[in-house]
């Protein structure tokens, strides 16, 4: 068996790109040669078909071409991907029986080579300025709302702020595909209608689309391999490859590129496998390497440890990192869940960017892109105005503005909003540091020191004086109830209680429920959380939210109870529940 190595020097930004990456760490299997022609290459192998009735346009995205493509995506990298998959679940058992995470020796000679760099912005018109990016689902109206937005980045949100029913993954992609040729328009029901301020792209914000995460399936499409078994297409290749095959081409034609948010990745070897898609899917569209730009999320602990070797691996097609920091707190909870009370976070809302483990997250990711000339990307602030409520707006402007404030200091190069009314907010806050600069890359956080235990050191959280609360624990339930009934009527961004609420989110809420429990916490009244005591909670919630014909509640407090007290810890609540209800 052939294996790659580590290089003791990474190759120089003037290097040609390899066909294949150079591997990075524990050495793996030598992969395939570069790909030929996907026209060629899919002949005799496996195919893709729908297997969901199709609406008006639907025909207008899966092509037969358009289904070749992701055909040849599945048949070189499905086996790839659950590889991938099995090993997260053996690593998430070696943390939970005492194993942590921490700073790999085998890829320090990556780490500690100063010449390499990520390709970033250059060459990738767009993305340059990043100072406020808007965040959302791409159904046509908030495809258009964020378009009119005047943010510089739209995140094009197929993941954690949308609901994967077939017709918002299908429609997503033609709102998309019509946006970006200018045509886009919707109707609601009362007649209003929205359209597009411009319909030259260069004017509107840069679209970065996040596909869904590794770990998800699209049901609707079945995916046959050559050897004639058939499964569920990958969530993450349909919406990948749907989006590029259909507007890569056009996106450069206009002054733009396909661009995207990689979400839920777990270490450098699921980077390593983005790279070879898209080095395999740029060959095969004709486009040259180097064209597509990805941002990845850090929201998961084991990745916070892997930042350098995830640049590493995507250099050639890299633009920066992002904080996720709603996901990589449901992260924390997610990998320590059974290790005990030092482990145990406060309320959710107590959680804030200053607790030391969380800034020694960002730090650290800041101090890693620039040093590698990547972008930093800030977080998203939950809180979201209320036009009928001045000071329900005016608390979530100080909060905004602080918040975004405080990430414009520490060195990064933009970040999120979830609503329209905060771009200028957020803007604001950023133009104070960046004044006529685009970014501040060129800022080297040389200061920033942190090592295994700044990142571990979770129970810093609580030596501040946050608590877990009997308020905290309604507030869960509450807000998980909630969010999973908005999300299984197809509206997965879900303003509750004067926040944005998304897959994340909900996460927290559950999995801070489970860990509760299983840990013998206790509240700032000194009674126990316990399951009995959680159903008397969800009972109470159930009685006081109103009820309609066409609600979802009694499914989603089934699936509540199902993912927050069950004795078991389901990995992601969205898997099971689009097995459940979402993929007939």
Same mark, same amino acid.
């Given at each position: ?144 709302? %964020? ?207 200053? %607790? ?19 972008? %930093? ?208």
């Amino acid at each position: 068996m052939t294996t790659l190595t580590s290089p003791t020097t990474a190759p120089p930004r003037t290097t040609p790109v390899p066909v294949v990456a150079p591997a990075v760490g524990t050495p793996l299997a030598d992969t395939a040669p570069g790909p030929s022609a996907w026209g060629t290459a899919t002949l005799g192998e496996g195919h893709v078909t729908a297997t969901a009735p199709l609406g008006p346009r639907d025909e207008e995205i899966l092509t037969p071409e358009a289904l070749e493509f992701l055909a040849m995506l599945h048949d070189r990298f499905a086996d790839d991907r659950t590889s991938l998959l099995l090993e997260r679940q053996r690593r998430m058992r070696r943390i939970a029986d005492g194993d942590d995470p921490d700073f790999h020796p085998a890829t320090r000679p990556v780490r500690d080579d100063p010449s390499w760099r990520v390709a970033g912005a250059a060459g990738a018109p767009g993305l340059s300025d990043r100072r406020v990016e808007i965040t959302g689902p791409t159904d046509p109206k908030m495809t258009i709302n %964020a378009l009119n937005s005047g943010a510089r980045c739209w995140l094009a949100d197929a993941e954690d702020a949308q609901s994967p029913t077939w017709r918002n993954v299908v429609e997503g992609q033609l709102a998309l595909h019509d946006a970006i040729r200018g045509t886009l328009t919707f109707t609601n029901p009362a007649g209003k209608r929205y359209a597009l301020r411009s319909t030259d792209l260069t004017e509107l914000p840069t679209i970065v689309f996040r596909p869904r995460g590794w770990h998800l399936f699209e049901s609707h499409l079945a995916y046959t391999g050559p050897d004639g078994s058939t499964q569920p297409a990958s969530g993450t290749l349909v919406d990948f490859g749907l989006y590029l095959f259909h507007n890569a081409h056009e996106l450069v034609s206009r002054g733009r590129g396909p661009y995207f948010y990689l979400p839920k990745l777990e270490g450098y070897r699921e980077a390593r496998l983005w790279n070879e898609v898209f080095e395999a899917a740029q060959d095969a569209l004709g486009i040259p390497r180097g064209t597509i730009r990805a941002t990845v999320l850090v929201e998961t602990l084991p990745a916070a440890f892997e930042m350098e070797e995830i640049l590493y691996e995507l250099r050639d097609h890299c633009a920066g990192l992002n904080a996720g920091r709603w996901d990589y707190l449901f992260s924390v909870i997610k990998c320590f869940r059974t290790r005990g009370s030092s482990y145990v976070l406060p309320d959710r809302g107590q959680v804030t960017m200053t %607790a030391p483990f969380m800034r020694a997250y960002t730090e650290l990711l800041v101090a890693t892109c620039h040093r590698r000339g990547a972008h %930093a990307i800030g977080g998203m602030s939950a809180f979201i105005p209320d036009r009928r409520s001045p000071e329900v707006t005016e608390r979530a402007v100080e909060q905004v503005w602080a918040d975004k404030t405080r990430e414009a200091a520490a060195g990064f190069d933009g970040t999120w909003v979830a609503h329209p009314d905060l771009v200028e907010v957020a803007r604001g806050a950023f133009d104070e540091v960046l004044g006529e600069r685009d970014h501040q890359v060129d800022r080297l956080r040389d200061d920033v020191e942190v090592g295994q235990a700044d990142l571990l050191d979770v129970a810093s959280a609580r030596r501040s004086g946050a608590t877990v609360t009997a308020a905290g624990l309604r507030t869960n339930v509450s807000v998980g109830v909630r969010y999973i009934e908005s999300w299984l009527r197809g509206v997965g961004a879900a303003a509750i209680d004067h926040l944005m609420e998304d897959a994340a989110t909900a996460e927290i809420s559950r999995s801070q429920v489970w860990q509760w429990v299983a840990s013998g916490t206790t509240t700032e009244d000194g009674l126990p959380i316990t399951r009995v005591r959680c159903e008397a909670v969800l009972r109470d919630v159930l009685r006081g939210l109103p009820r309609s014909s066409g609600d979802r509640f009694d499914d989603a407090v089934a699936l509540f109870r199902e993912v927050a007290l069950g004795e078991e810890f389901p990995p992601f609540l969205t898997t099971g529940a689009y097995a459940r209800y979402l993929a007939g």
